[in-house]
């Protein structure tokens, strides 16, 4: 049996080398990949474009076109760019950002498309990118005073991100912004940057902390403890408010002993400032903040034992600060910070007590269905772990809730399974998972496991075959077509052949459906009760429309771009084409590539 499954596997593998020779074989199209052709293929699409109404999807068009073509024809790039932004502005003034609420109820920010054409700008022509950054704050200065609390500062977040993608290839450009961002008050989204910058450029991000200190040295203690968890390599800030917020570290991230100084040295500079100004004191808290010496107390006894034994040299000044914080701490703010720890307290409980608690409340007669919920998206569970709470599913009393955390329960065990190489029993849970959106994740993940091994070759094919199998049978919707895209992206490791056909399908799905949304990779999971709803996202494994077209590009130009012509929606016809074209461009040696461009 075991040699028969060799055999197998061997076969597959000899087919698969096979079928690669044979779409790698040079198609009459392939002539005509060169950047000459890839640049009538632009203004073929830029000229179809004119008659798009939708004027998010002609600002995309432009905005891809003119990137692609910068290389090879820059003066043409200028003008599409120059165009989709006077779109881009038109668009904002009359519509603002347009949020989008998805079937399951989950509100996701809308695209601003003024920072799309910047952002691609930036990859280009950095003081271009300044100039226009420059004229979107100005008009978001006007206009923030206007707006409601979670939407003033979203132009501020946007604009941090562009730094962070330029930290590495434009550090000039990243400082300007940043700097520029450094003229508002200290809010959270400092928390998530810092570490966004050390990712590409950590001296960067240290150069940037230190100027964060000396720049909102004078905040209130609150706010300064949005710049508390980056010294410490922390995922959580210190003080009362850490469970609201979290972030990843970067891995391999260090902390910076200095740095820890630094930040401990303001923020009881600052108490001291703060407890001497009667001023102060009298000014009452933040909407829906807490008491600034809440804030304090509650820090300072995280950061305590950290000073003990890393920084004992800080102890007195801690000390003076402690005995400050708490001198201003009244009854009822006490008793508001020991309401707002006791009602956090289970976030720090393992699996195992939190597992205690709701058995114990079972005996009582006070088990509800939030504590079972609230253990299933509990992190890191064992394989033991989710034998021991299997019982428990169908003690939920909400049907719905039952059926949904059900569903959840399957398919992340089945997760663990393929994680741990466990491919059976991965195969036993996923069949328990009835969405077919998220069965086909597991499946994806499973055949990317077992593709590692020239044992488990054969097993990849079966499983994306019953993949296929019944995607095709599915009902026509955007998700299907990406699915189909995915499908794609993972047998172009195996056979080309058959990517080159689950591509054609994924088009036929797209021209079958009235404004396809290609571009979002997401797949969500809500569990939702009377008083409480719990969120998960997932990404569709592959590649994407644009990275699906690409790689097969690269195997098949003929096909692939006789595939990306028959898209009928223009927007995903330009990122289609574009991606097929890219190849021809990549093939050219940049001396040829500058000599076309010089003629425009």
Known sequence: MQLDRVFFSLLVICLFFLSSADAQERSPEDDLCNVEYAGFLVSQLVSESRAVREPEKRIRILIRSADFVWPFAETDARDYFTEAYKAAVAHYREKGIEDKTPSRG????????????????????GAWARKLADEILAEFEKAAKDRNEGDQSREIGLMLQMAAEN????????WYLLRRVMRYPLDQHWLFSVYSISRANPSMATALYQELLMNYRSETPRRLLFLSAFPFGRDRIFGIDKFQLGMSVPEGFAPNAELQRQFLEVFFERIQTYAANPEERLRPPDQFRQPEPVYMVSALSEIEPLVINDLPFLLPRLSAARALANSLLTEEMHRGMKGREQSTSNLRLSFDERFAQMDEAEKEGKL??????????????????FVKLEPWLDKIRDEE???????????????????????????????KVPEIEHRALLAFELAEAQMKSINDVSSA???LGQLGTVVRKTENSATKAKLLLGLSSLYEKLNPNFAIDELAEAVRVMNRLENPDM????????????????????????QGIEGTFRKMGEIEFGLSLSNARAIDDRFLRT???????????????KAVQAETGSGN
């Open 519 to 542: 571009l979002s990779t997401q797949i969500f999971r809500q569990i939702k009760g009377k008083d409480y709803g719990f969120f998960s996202v997932f990404s569709i494994p592959g």
């Open 167 to 174: 930290a590495e290839a434009d550090p000039d450009l990243a």
């Open 461 to 463: 094919y079966q499983t």
């Open 368 to 385: 509800t269905d939030l504590m079972i919920v609230n253990l299933m998206f509990w992190g890191g569970k064992t394989e033991e772990q």
């Open 106 to 125: 989950l509100m996701i920010p809308g695209t601003d498309y003024r920072f799309e054409v910047v952002r691609a700008i930036a990859k280009r022509d």
């Open 575 to 589: 990122i289609a084409v574009l991606a097929v074209a890219g190849n021809c461009v990549d093939r050219e040696p």
């Open 401 to 431: 809730v039952r059926r949904e955390t059900t569903n959840y329960y399957w398919f992340l065990r089945a997760q663990l399974a393929i994680k741990e190489g466990r491919f059976p029993d991965a195969e036993r849970h996923a069949a």
